[in-house]
């Protein structure tokens, strides 16, 4: 669309929430936002958001979305599982691109929201830092080129707050090379080990979540073969680099037709 995108954000209160206000802001040239979303019951309900938090003065904190927003309007969620298959359906109804960063998804609500996708763009992602969308493909093509003998190991590190294990990062590097593969993630994964464990069979995937302090995200993916292994690892320094990749993405989709999208699509990433 030409002019700045308009922008709904969904937990505009918590971390990265915030981040998105104060960079949507920081670039008016880019992106203004329409609406910023809480839980019900959410003190601050009601009370405006101040230029200093990254909202325009006069918008006030709500618990449900604008009603009338033009069709170009993209929501932005970085909240609560159930709390974003409530509101999914606002972009349904409206036509209103949808950008989920939402993490520890089920299977049902997952479904839910790419229902969603046959009356409006929907992009879903685990992650929507560039880097690690650029760490998908490379999981993806070094499974294609290694195969099944290079056995494939996952450890990521969050902070102490993180409630859901493991990452939704995590889960998208295992599921990057169970495609190049054919394996399934139910199947192949194992979440830890204890006790007399086994030898490893060929094919798994070991998944090892770790928490503390205040650490934003790492994720390495280890491809250990006879005599060698590979490790690709991102680290995130700063939630910046996500609420910039959620912008990137909500610009992008705006005014797209009725579809489930990808950050593949965001940065043109073939295959």
Request: overall charge neutral; proline content about 5%.
């Given at each position: 669309m ?28 880019h ?10 019951g959410?003190p ?6 101040l ?25 932005i ?8 298959v ?13 950008v ?9 609500q ?13 992009l879903i ?5 560039r ?5 998908f ?13 290079y ?8 902070h ?9 990062t ?15 993630y ?5 979440h ?33 073969g ?6 690709l ?13 959620a ?19 965001v ?5």
């Open positions: 030409a002019g700045p995108t308009p922008i709904v954000v969904f937990g505009a209160e918590g971390r990265v929430g915030r981040m998105i206000l104060r960079l949507a802001e920081d670039d008016p040239e992106y203004f936002i329409v609406g910023a979303v809480e839980r019900r959410h601050r309900l009601g009370m405006g958001l230029a200093s938090e990254g909202a325009p003065p006069g918008l006030r904190l709500a618990d449900r979305p604008p009603e009338g927003a033009a069709r170009e309007t993209v929501a969620h970085f909240s609560s599982p159930e709390a974003t409530e509101h999914i359906a606002w972009s349904a109804r409206g036509g209103h691109g949808a989920v960063g939402t993490t520890g998804l089920s299977g049902e997952r479904a839910r929201i790419e229902d969603a996708a046959r009356h409006a763009p929907i992602t685990p992650n929507t830092s880097g690690v969308n650029v760490l493909h490379l999981a993806r093509e070094a499974a294609r080129l290694l195969g099944e003998d056995d494939v190991e996952i450890v990521e590190m969050h102490h707050h993180k409630k859901d294990a493991p990452s939704g995590a889960r998208g590097l295992a599921e990057a090379v169970l495609a190049a593969r054919g394996g399934d139910a199947r192949d994964t194992r830890g080990r204890q006790g007399l464990s086994g030898e490893r069979t060929r094919g798994e995937i070991g998944m090892h979540a770790l928490r503390g302090g205040d650490v934003v995200g790492d994720h390495t993916l280890i491809l250990a006879v005599g060698e292994r590979i490790e690892t991102h680290r995130a320094q700063a939630r910046e680099t996500f609420a910039h990749g912008l990137r993405a909500a610009a992008w989709l705006s005014g797209r037709p009725p579809g489930l999208y990808s950050m593949k699509d940065l043109g990433i073939q295959g």
